[in-house]
Structures are given as structure tokens and as C-alpha cells.
């Protein structure tokens, strides 16, 4: 939404405001304000011309514009109702320069979980793609999807469900299943390019099973709405994912402890399945490049990726 009109929309929010009156305060012809009105019609607010000028009375459910009103981040947000991969979008927009854009789709038809793996993105998730430009070196990236996952995991709790994250960066809830830690809820793809030993973007890459029903879902996976018996709404939930996300995303102490703080992993006992060995202790901590750092008993040993599952406690 460009500045003008998110300066009608605020005005009008608390309007009545007459047309003259916008103009003058905005410093545009009245055939601009119109204009503007119009298009936020058309993009679903209810903005009704009484006597006494415009007022804003009713707020579309989803969207573009509808997450951007009320959203205390920076963000312009594109919205889709259907498309390949928001993943595969966020990176035409940063190869062609652009700088937190939020990509966000309704559904997508090629969502790409990683390691050329298919996500399924049916209507009703919250499938988005952040990009970013961050003043970081590319071994440092991981922070953003820890921002991420804490961020989605901490607004996932403020919708009752008890939700964590399983490193790297899953977000589960948790069941009796010991080594799958729980039911994946939503998983991260980041994607990024680096120059010169620093990141020129990077684009996390977020799905959250939202208002999803766990028929449209793998058999280990559950939603939101699952979990829940009834829907969120999804506008708010996208506004305090990326509200949280922007507050941590500058700041890897912050990230760290919001991470930890949200953690099912750490103090858990691990295995961790690394090409060449297996590392088998308890999980102590994650270092702010997102690796953890396991107990073997004998030794801290540091692993940076890997398949981990969750072992009984003995
Ligand atoms: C991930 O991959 O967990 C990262 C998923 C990232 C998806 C987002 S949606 C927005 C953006 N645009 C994209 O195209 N992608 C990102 P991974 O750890 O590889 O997990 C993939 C595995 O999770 C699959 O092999 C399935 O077993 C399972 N899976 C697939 N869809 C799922 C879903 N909706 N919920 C839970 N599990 C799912």
C-alpha cells in the first residue's frame, strides 16, 4: 500500500472526514482521494460516505492491505490467493532489488519444503516469505530463521496451542511420540544469496498450518484449527508473526533467548544423525548460528545440521 493511501485509510479510520478535508491534510487533488477510496473499496474496506465524509466501517478478512492495516512492521505485504511457491516470488522481488517485501498466499501449488522436498499448501495456511536484507556474514543467516520459528511459535501460543520448536526450526505439538517430538504444525525454508562474505537477501520462508483440516495435511502433520476445534483469524495471526519477527530479527541475543525460551529440544535427551556418526546426548544449548550443542556425556559437541529425534529420558 503506498503512503498516500495508508494516510486515507488511517484518517478515514477515525473519520468522519470529508474529501476536501483529506485532500488538504494529505496534500492531494480530491479526484486522488477518490481515487484512493476507491481502490480500498476494491480491496475490501468498508468505507461508507455519509454527511459528514468518509468512514472507515468494516476491515477485509484477508489480504494484502487488510494485514498491513493495524501491522506495527514495516512490511508492504503481496498478497496471492493462489500461487507456485511465495518462496519462489520473494526471490524474483529481491533479485529485482526490492527489501521487506512479505509474499503471502492463500495457497500454493509448488511449496518446496528443503532438501527438494514438497510442502502441502492447501487454502487456509498461512504460507509466507519474508525478504530481507540483513547487515550480517552468510555463517550468521540462521538467526533470521530462528526469528522465524520463535516468532511463529510464540503467536501460534497467543491462539492457545501448545506449540514448540524442535531444532532446527520446526514447530511441533508435542504428543507421545518421544522420537517425532510431536505433530510438525509448520516448518521454515530459507533461502539466501551472499556476495562478498556478506548476505545480499535472505527469505524465510514460513508455513503454518493454519485454518487447515488434518485431512488436507501428511499424516504427521497438524493445524491450528486441528488442535483448536475452530478457526484463527489469520490477518491478526500474520500481523503478531511478523510484528515479532521484525522486533527480533535485528537483534541475535534477543532471537537466541526467544528461541530457547520456546525450545522443546533443549533439555531434552537427542539424537542427532550427521553424515559420517551419530551423536546421542542431552541437548544444552543453541549457539546464535542455530547449532546445537549437545552433551555427550564426556564432551559439548556442536552440530550443525542433522536429523534429530527426541530419545526418553533415561
Ligand atoms: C520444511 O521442510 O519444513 C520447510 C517448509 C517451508 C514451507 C514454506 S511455505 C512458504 C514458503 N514457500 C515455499 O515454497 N516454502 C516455504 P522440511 O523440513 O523439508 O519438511 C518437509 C516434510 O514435511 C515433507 O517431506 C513432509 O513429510 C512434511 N510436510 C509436507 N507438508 C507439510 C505440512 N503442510 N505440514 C506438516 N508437514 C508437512
Redesign the pocket.
Known amino acids: 500500500m503506498n503512503e498516500t493511501r495508508r494516510a486515507v485509510l488511517e484518517r478515514v479510520a477515525d473519520g468522519p472526514v470529508s474529501g476536501p478535508a483529506l485532500a488538504d491534510a494529505l496534500d492531494v487533488s480530491r479526484a486522488a482521494v477518490w481515487k484512493h477510496v476507491e481502490a480500498l473499496r476494491d480491496a475490501g474496506f468498508g468505507i461508507e460516505s455519509a454527511g459528514a465524509g468518509y468512514v472507515l466501517d468494516s476491515i477485509p478478512e484477508y489480504g494484502g492491505p487488510a494485514v498491513e492495516y493495524g501491522c506495527e512492521a514495516p512490511f508492504e505485504v503481496e498478497y496471492h490467493d493462489s500461487i507456485a ?3 519462489d516470488r520473494a526471490r524474483e522481488l529481491a533479485a529485482s532489488g526490492a527489501s521487506d517485501v512479505v509474499v503471502l498466499a492463500d495457497e ?1 501449488t509448488g ?5 527438494e ?5 492447501p487454502p487456509g495456511g498461512v ?3 519474508v525478504v530481507c536484507r540483513p547487515d550480517l556474514a552468510p555463517a550468521r543467516a540462521t538467526v533470521v530463521t530462528m526469528a522465524m520459528s520463535a516468532a511463529a511459535c510464540a503467536a501460534a501460543r497467543e491462539t492457545g496451542v501448545d506449540a514448540a520448536i524442535k531444532w532446527p526450526n ?1 514447530l511441533l505439538v508435542p504428543d507421545d511420540d518421544y522420537a517425532r517430538g510431536g505433530r ?1 504444525l509448520a ?3 530459507t533461502e539466501m544469496e551472499g556476495e562478498a562474505g556478506r548476505v545480499s537477501w535472505v527469505i524465510p ?3 503454518l ?1 493454519a485454518n487447515v483440516s488434518s485431512d488436507a ?2 499424516d ?2 497438524t493445524s491450528l484449527l486441528a488442535e483448536r476445534g475452530e478457526p484463527v483469524e489469520r490477518r491478526v495471526l500474520v500481523q503478531r508473526i511478523l510484528e515479532r519477527f521484525d522486533a527480533l530479527r535485528g537483534d541475535p541475543e534477543a532471537t537466541r533467548e526467544a528461541w530457547r525460551a520456546h525450545a522443546a529440544t533443549l533439555d531434552t535427551r537427542v539424537r542427532v544423525t550427521l553424515p559420517e556418526e551419530t551423536v546421542v546426548g542431552e541437548a544444552v544449548d543453541v549457539t546464535d548460528a542455530g547449532a546445537l550443542v549437545v552433551d555427550t556425556g564426556s564432551e559439548d559437541r556442536v552440530v550443525h545440521a542433522g536429523d534429530c529425534e527426541h530419545l526418553r529420558p533415561v
Not at 511449496?111 to 532438501?115: F, T
Request: hydrophobic residues 35%.
Open positions: 511457491s511465495t518462496n500454493q511449496g518446496r519444503g528443503r532438501l522436498r514438497a510442502w502441502s499448501s504460507w509466507l516469505s520446526d510438525k516448518g521454515i525454508l520462508g514460513l508455513g498450518n495435511l501428511p504427521d502433520a
